[in-house]
Structures are given as C-alpha cells and as structure tokens.
C-alpha cells in the first residue's frame, strides 16, 4: 500500500467535513485505490476550539508555510476560503511542485487563470470540484465524461441559502426578513449573509462554469448580478398565478458566437425541473447537442457533502502520483474560446406596475412599449378599487428584450403622472 501525505489549511465546516470524510471512508479509499491519503498536518489557528471531531493536535500548526515548504507533504488542501491570503498559498504551493485541491470559488474566480497556468507550468494538479455545487460532481462530470458535448446553455441553482429562503418564502408566504432570520438560527445562513443574498457567491461559481463549458474568462465583476432581497411575498403569488416559482438563477447561453450570461432572481414554469429544487440543494442543468437536457442535482454545501468533492479531486490526485501522470494532467479551467461575451442578452421578463385606476391607463401603457419594440405575452389587472385615490397593480409578462430597452421603457414610464412606481422587473425563464 502507497501512502500521499497532505496538509490542509484550514479546519472549519469544509475542512472538518473533509477530515471526517478521510476517517469514516479510509478503509473504502485504501481497497478501490490501493492508497492511504494521510493527513500529516493542517493549519489551525485556534487548536482549542471544538471542532466536533478527534485530531491529533501534534499535527496542527500555526503557519501555513509549514504545510506549503514541508517537502514530504504531495498534496496542499486549501479550504481558509476568501480571495488573499487563500491565492498567495495556493499560488506558492504550486511554485513548490504541490498538487492543490480547493473548495474557494471567490479565488479561482478571480485568479483561476494564474493559478491554472502555474499548476501547468510546474507540472502539477489544481483540482476544485467542490468549488460550485459543493457534493454535486458537476466539474468531474463536464470535463470527463460530457466533454464530447458542445454545450449552449446553463441554468443553476447553485446557492443553498437563497433557495432555502424563495423556498420558504414560497411555501409559507411569509416576508424575506423573518425568513432571513429563521435561515440564520438554523445555520442556513451566514450572520452576514451579503454574499449569498447579493448573488455574489452565484456570480463566482458561474464565473467558473463559464471557463468549464464556454472556455470564456468573465470575471464576477462583469457579470450582471441581482440578489434576492427585492423578492417579496406579491411576486412570489403573481408568479404562481403565472404557472411559475421564483428561484435565484445563475444563467448563460451560447447564441450565435456570443456568450451571454446574469444572476438575477427568475421566474421558472413549474414544469421545468429546476422548479421543484427546493431547500438548500442545488441543482445545475445544462443542455448539450448530444446528451440533449442533463440535470445534476445534490446537496450543494454542508461539511459531509462538500468534503465529499474534496475528498474526491484529493483520490484522483492520488492515483494520478502512483501511475506517476499527475505531471501531465489536462488543465481543467480553459481560456480557449473566441466565443464574445455580451453581458445579458435578450430575456422576457415579469414587471409589475402600481398605476391610478382609470380609463386609458393600459392603452398609454401598451404604446409606450410599442415604440421600445417591446410586446406583451400576457397581463395581470387588478378588479377596479372602492377608492379612487388608491392605485391598482398591473402585471405582465413581457417577449424577449434587451434589458437596457427594457429599463428605457420603465425610466419614460416612471415619469407618466399615472404610474406611481415600478415595483419589480424579474426575469423569466421560458
């Protein structure tokens, strides 16, 4: 039996799910692969803090450049999370001649390419499956097994905080504050939950599918990205009188040489499968010229299900080291395509209006639209009200437009003296 040492930097939920993965499933790993993967030390700052699991303390140190110069160790698990210092490790365990596995989205987002052109050039390993749908082997699956496909689209749910709170909001019609703070007492959401509730976390992990599917580099910061937390109990009941469910979308097409993309809160036909993904699993569909419609589907985070990928990409490293191919791996994020990236694109998209109650309003309104180039697919009017000072919603679905026409249109309405606000413009996924 073959031994690879590794170290990991970090022990929180990731990092002790993946310490607890390696004890529960050590004797399964050693009789598929023939391999022990011993952890030999793991950065942990605060060794007297309970971590729920039993580790030999001699094994934890203090600097993480114990792990990354320590010649014995093979393999660096980088799993602190964050942009710095997580790139500066993982950047100089690659110049050292370590394989590297992370879970970080935030850094292989923004310096993916560095890393990933480090890795080939010294001859070693950057895995990082765990990085977007957390135990969904989504990544394994598109650069193995699916690679025969030329893929056109990608719609995910790829974010367990915000779908545990549209679920909630959806099946108790209950307010996107007091959800927020039951997530919150349940551990489904971070005390500050600005990174998932903002998309940002989404806006990440389809930085990173982009350079998987479409070989395109589009950082975070380019992409089109809208949180959750306009979403509101009216919408939510509008969009089930429409036939369709609000989920946080992480979206992108392949259309006419042009790759288009956003995160943004969408309205989904009930029909569709990522409809009825609820809770905090995730769920990632793609459609391809020969697997057609494919859809991955898991617990997209939690200590087990994401130290369960990185287990994984820390198995094929392993196995890699023994056939003595690791220096030969196949780089995994590509920047290849000549594919131009276009933002947005044309969607069809729900708004909703709060006008006075009076005749002529929706001809106005259908006139206006009509000059942007925008038609209606279909429209919600409130029963007339008692008061004829109080203002009546209009709702409606809208053809595909591009978003800019389409914030044109609401900025000339907005300024109608009968249309007292534009409360919601969400995307629709047809």
Not at 191 to 213: C, F, M, R
Not at 294 to 322: E, H, Q, R
């Amino acid at each position: 039996m073959k031994t690879v040492k590794a170290g990991i930097l970090g022990i929180g939920n990731v990092g002790t799910g993946t310490y607890r993965t390696l004890q529960l499933n050590r004797d399964k790993i050693i009789e598929s692969t023939g391999m022990d993967i011993e952890v030999t030390k793991i950065l942990n700052r605060h060794p007297d803090r309970d971590r729920g699991i039993t580790i030999d303390k001699n094994i934890y140190v203090q600097d993480a450049y114990d792990i990354i110069n320590d010649p014995e160790i093979d393999i660096v698990v980088e799993l602190i999370g964050g942009i710095e210092p997580a790139t500066t490790f993982m950047a100089d365990a690659i110049k050292n001649g370590k394989h590297v596995v992370t879970a970080n989205k935030a850094a292989l987002a923004e310096h993916g390419k560095m890393l990933q052109k480090l890795a080939t050039q010294n001859g070693v390993m950057l895995r990082f499956e765990a990085s977007v749908g957390g135990g969904i082997p989504i990544i394994n699956a598109l650069t193995s097994a699916l690679l025969s496909n030329d893929f056109t689209e990608i719609l995910g749910i790829v974010n367990g905080t915000t779908n545990y709170i549209l679920t909630k909001m959806t099946e108790d019609g209950a307010d996107y504050e007091a959800v927020l703070k039951e997530a919150q007492a349940k551990g489904f959401a971070e005390a500050d939950p600005t990174g998932d509730v903002e998309g940002n976390d989404v806006a990440n992990k389809l930085s990173i599918l982009l350079s998987l599917v479409f070989g395109v580099e589009v950082p975070p910061s380019r992409i089109p990205t809208q949180g959750i937390t306009a979403i509101n109990k009216t919408d939510i009941a509008y969009a089930n009188k429409f036939g369709c469910t609000i989920k946080l979308l992480a979206a992108a097409k392949k259309v006419d040489g042009k790759v288009e993309c956003d995160v943004q809160p969408t309205l989904i036909p009930e029909e569709h499968p990522l409809a009825s993904v609820n809770n905090e699993f995730n769920a990632i569909f793609l459609h391809g010229n020969a697997v057609d419609d494919i859809m991955f589907y898991g617990k997209g985070a939690g200590p087990l299900p994401t130290g369960s990928a990185v287990v994984g990409d820390m198995i094929a490293i392993a196995v890699a080291i023994d056939k003595q191919s690791a220096f030969d791996s196949k780089p995994l994020l590509r920047y290849d395509s000549d594919l131009e990236y276009m933002g947005e694109g044309k969607n069809q998209y729900y708004v909703r209006l709060s006008v006075d109650d009076m005749p002529g309003i929706l001809g106005n309104i259908s006139s206006t639209l009509g000059r942007y180039g925008i038609g209606i697919e279909s429209m919600m009017q409130s029963t007339h009200s008692k008061n004829a000072d109080e203002t009546v919603p209009l709702v409606f679905i809208f053809y595909e437009t591009n978003r800019e026409v389409l914030d044109e249109a609401m900025e000339e309405l907005k300024n109608r003296s009968f249309v007292k606000s534009v409360d919601s413009v969400i995307r629709v996924e047809k």
